[in-house]
């Protein structure tokens, strides 16, 4: 992608000792985070360095934008469609109250907002994004055919007539 450009950068420095410090501080990246990083490259007319490298990868995530995701998501996730940029971004939206989120103003919201989402990045790993759970209506809000009922009933009624070991 850069030819001589890249050797000329990395010149007097021994290859095997730069494989190994790019490879320890990459250790942790995801082969899409590097993807992206090497997407990033594209663009650019010289290679960049270890730092400028791990940035294009592991971009730095806006509050705001990630505010604006998590209102968006939320929305998408009551018919599971939600899809997050980032892991961090959903647990930092688990620690509020969905009320909070979807009704306030990011204004409102900014300095609380913020110092979650710092505190879940600084986590560095994160569980997996778990699928939304169907929610079961409150109690006395279901309607039960009474025919259904009586059927169900009857058939609890006729097992338990039966011996223990016959259940």
């Known amino acids: 992608m850069y030819g001589q450009k890249f050797t000329?950068?990395?010149?007097?420095v021994d290859p095997t000792?730069?494989?190994s410090v790019w490879s320890e501080e990459?250790?942790?990246?995801?082969?899409d985070e590097i993807k992206r990083g090497l997407a990033a490259c594209r663009t650019r007319p010289w290679p960049p360095t270890l730092p400028e490298f791990l940035s294009l990868s592991r971009p730095p995530i806006d509050p705001e934008s990630a505010f604006i995701e998590a209102v968006r998501e939320l929305r998408k996730r009551e018919t599971?469609?939600?899809?997050?940029?980032?892991?961090?971004?959903?647990?930092?939206?688990?620690?509020?109250?969905?009320?909070?989120?979807?009704?306030m103003p990011?204004?409102?919201?900014k300095n609380r907002?913020?110092?979650?989402l710092n505190e879940q990045?600084?986590?560095?790993?994160w569980p997996e994004i778990p699928q939304r759970l169907i929610e079961l209506p409150a109690p006395g809000q279901t309607a039960v055919d009474p025919a259904k009922v009586k059927q169900y009933l009857a058939e609890l009624r006729e097992r338990m007539s039966r011996p223990v070991g016959e259940r």
Request: proline share 2%.
């Open 80 to 103: 599971n469609e939600d899809t997050w940029s980032h892991p961090a971004i959903f647990w930092a939206t688990r620690l509020f109250a969905t009320q909070d989120l979807m009704g």
């Open 113 to 116: 907002w913020t110092k979650a």
């Open 106 to 109: 990011y204004v409102g919201i």
């Open 8 to 12: 000329d950068q990395w010149r007097g």
């Open 26 to 31: 990459l250790a942790s990246f995801s082969v």
């Open 17 to 19: 000792y730069l494989k």
């Open 121 to 125: 990045l600084e986590l560095g790993t």
